[in-house]
């Protein structure tokens, strides 16, 4: 889970020249990374209850967790978007800021009512 | 619920001067006022409902009815806040503008989790 | 918040002879009682916070504070239901049962969702 | 969807030996393990977008797309859960039934929260 090898973050400097990149982008992608790599396994052992019968309650249990867990994923992802992507149109301004809002407050209702 | 009076504008654009005022807010808040009393007597009938002993499943239905309300309520507001307070603040950038963004995340993160 | 009058549990009783009466349903009863009253001030409150123009951020938390009340009684609700409604169609079975289970279900989906 | 070959059917019945077997079971658990299988795809593809620094409100949006799977999942295993182990309990009634209702309140009150 721990083993993000440092190729990666030399690759995620290349990614940077996309123009996502920012100073904390990285610590924060890879935590994002090892969330969403447990929450997998955590849905991947879900199947796994389900096909071994297991009770009921228990799975629904396992499923509130990988729930929670995809939640903490997307308001991480949210916070980023709010300090960077936001952040920047809006110190710009003009029609492009305005989109940037939009499309964050469609995206925190899709989150909110999911 | 149309009750609200003329004056009610003329004293919004007065608290415009504290800060929180902006060309589209008075009807924003009109809109918002409106909401929550609807939402506020929807609360009042589903008491009147368990007084009646009307069946359960009836009063679960208007009890999710009145919990989307307060939603819609709450991503008006959070989709002001981002246009006006958040966007008003990272244009000026530095710590009051990161503050801001802290602040409109931990609202959102209280929304998805309620 | 045990300040419940025995005149109000008489008054109660009475209503046990609409049929969703039950040995444990008084109590229920009132405290949803209070939480509805109590939920139905929260909005009222809200309203008057966007009336003054209260910042944002501090009315979505009210806003959220609100939400979990409606939802802290619509799960009583549904346990009560549960407890009662389906647990006495499915002890007599048939397509009552079946019935009450599906429309619990619904209700259910309903709460999740919203 | 229909799909469900023979040879599951049989192992199935065999697990329905552990006391979690019943008539409409092989049916749901076959539907459930699609989902699921669905569900950890879309995780695993959530995480290829973060690695390919995706855009932040694209990722938001399979993000809720997951959880929404995940949420369809609980729901039909709570409708089971429902329809057969409460319904048998209750059938039985006693201490056992009760039991079983507050587990399913717990499930539910778990998956509206999360």
Redesign the interface.
């Known amino acids: 889970m721990s083993a993000a090898p440092p190729a990666d973050a030399a690759e995620?400097t290349g990614?940077a020249a996309?123009g996502?990149?920012s100073p904390g982008y990285v610590d924060v992608?890879d935590a994002?990374?090892k969330r969403?790599?447990r929450?997998?396994g955590q849905?991947?052992g879900?199947?796994r209850m389900?096909?071994?019968?297991v009770?009921?309650?228990d799975?629904?249990?396992q499923?509130?967790a990988?729930?929670?867990a995809?939640?903490t994923?997307?308001?991480a992802?949210?916070?980023?978007?709010?300090?960077h992507?936001?952040?920047e149109a809006?110190?710009e301004?003009g029609p492009v800021?305005?989109e940037k809002?939009r499309?964050?407050?469609a995206?925190?209702?899709?989150?909110?009512?999911?």
Chains 1, 2, 3, 4 share one sequence.
């Open positions: 995620n990614h996309h996502h990149g992608k994002l990374l969403l790599r929450a997998e849905v991947r879900i199947a389900v096909e071994d019968d009770y009921c309650i799975i629904l249990t499923v509130s990988a729930t929670k995809l939640e994923v997307a308001l992802l949210l916070d980023d978007h709010l300090s992507c936001v952040a809006t110190a301004g800021a305005e809002i499309e964050a407050s995206a925190i209702a899709r989150l909110v009512r999911s």
